[in-house]
């Protein structure tokens, strides 16, 4: 009679972990540019008077970072 091996709990967990860096690296850079995508519609749209560059590129660079 064949032997069955099942799968350990380390390489379940191994395997686990590996896909859920994959997702993480495939994913985060398309969420970052809708984060700063919207947030640079929203300080264009807001009512504040004349529209400042320096102002747009700071919020970028803080909310990026």
Known sequence: MAAI???TQRGA???FTSKLRYFYTLTKPEVNMLIL???SAGY???PRGNFRVAGLVNTLWARYW
Do not use: G
């Open 5 to 7: 091996s099942l799968p």
């Open 13 to 15: 967990r191994e395997r």
């Open 37 to 39: 995508m919207s947030t």
């Open 44 to 46: 264009y749209l807001a």
